[in-house]
């Protein structure tokens, strides 16, 4: 049930510098806390980030597990081209979560 | 004028009735935040809640079997049919004959007129859905509804209030009446209002229920929590709302 939302300006002009931002749901579990029974909860967080520009990765991101929950990433890149911009998350289990975002570049 | 105010501080303390804040001073646990945080609620690419939002948004369309029906089924569409709703619950249920809460309402829905199991008032799934429909309501005044039925729940609510408890002997008066801005600890104290439930607590690092915060005041004062669900907590929220009228709505908000 994991929710990831993107913000990206649906149109820019070319050269632009435009501000991206994306947000996903998860617990990032540090692997540190104890449960209510007392015993360690496994760790689980989300281990790295991905964001590409078409086929052009534009940023990524290593996570620790001091990073709080649901984690909130801003960056910006320029404008080139009208495309797709894809983000991706990717847990400690190896899971993937994608979400992508078009823009209009004139 | 300090004078004045121990005077009636005692005065308050000695008879047990805490000093109502006046309407004119009445204010959002918002205006008690700082900037950064301030921020992050009100900009919806940064406010976390917004990923509970956006779940109840796909979850209010999903169709639940044994029925078949989802919430659209019977409500369309949500931006039409739940606006101002959480702004005015709780609201009296006929079936029960007492009041019932927004999350109750739509468990009920779920349980009743889906077929469905009821939701856990700390699952994501009853957060989320109730976080959608509240977020309908974003930015409209809380007004209670005038309906002379709720009026004993809600005395009852506004005595639990005025009421000392648990071991520190307070009552939830003492400290968002009279100490309303006051420190205490690391966090301010706010006037307790309830325009932003479900909300993300950074504190919780999750979104919670408005029945979760107040376990969370009952616990501070060393207070045996009621569980959740409990009609207490019903009947405080229809106190703090009338407490609250006329405040802003802020589903999803974000607190420390």
Redesign the interface.
């Known amino acids: 049930?994991t929710?990831?939302?993107v913000?990206v300006p649906k149109t820019a002009k070319r050269g632009e510098i435009i501000e991206i931002?994306a947000?996903?749901?998860h617990?990032?579990e540090t692997g540190y806390r104890e449960g209510p029974n007392g015993v360690t909860l496994p760790r689980n967080i989300i281990k790295r980030f991905v964001c590409k520009y078409g086929a052009e990765e534009i940023f990524s991101a290593e996570l620790f597990p001091a990073i709080?929950?649901?984690p909130?990433m801003?960056f910006s890149t320029v404008a080139t081209e009208s495309g797709t911009l894809t983000f991706e998350w990717t847990d400690d289990k190896g899971a993937t979560q994608s979400a992508s975002a078009e823009i209009t570049v004139t | 004028m300090t004078r004045l105010v121990l005077l009636g501080l005692l005065a308050c303390a000695s008879i047990g009735v805490a000093a109502e804040i006046p309407p004119q001073d009445r204010r959002s646990g918002f205006e008690f935040m700082s900037p950064q945080t301030q921020a992050m609620q009100s900009e919806e690419t940064s406010n976390p809640g917004m990923l509970w939002v956006a779940d109840g948004e796909r979850l209010w369309s999903e169709p639940q079997a044994p029925a078949g029906k989802s919430c659209a089924s019977c409500h369309a569409e949500a931006t039409k049919s739940m606006g101002g709703v959480a702004a005015r619950y709780p609201a009296f249920d006929e079936e029960t004959k007492r009041p019932i809460d927004l999350m109750g309402r739509i468990n009920q829905c779920r349980a009743k007129r889906q077929g469905a199991a009821s939701l856990t008032y700390q699952s994501d799934e009853l957060l989320a859905l109730t976080a959608y429909v509240a977020n309908q309501s974003h930015g409209m005044p809380i007004t209670p509804p005038a309906d002379s039925r709720l009026e004993p729940f809600r005395e009852n609510g506004r005595a639990w209030f005025e009421r000392r408890l648990g071991q520190l002997q307070l009552s939830c008066a003492a400290c968002h009446d009279d100490r309303w801005g006051a420190r205490l600890g690391g966090s301010v104290i706010p006037q307790g209002h309830p325009t932003g439930y479900p909300l993300y607590r950074l504190e919780w690092q999750n979104m919670g229920s408005l029945q979760r915060r107040l376990r969370g005041c009952l616990v501070g004062v060393r207070a045996q929590p009621f569980d959740f669900g409990a009609p207490e907590y019903v009947d405080i929220e229809l106190f703090l709302m009338e407490r609250a009228r006329g405040l802003t709505m802020e589903t999803p908000a974000v607190r420390p």
């Open positions: 049930m929710r990831a939302l913000n931002r947000m996903i749901q617990v990032m709080a929950a649901n909130y801003a």
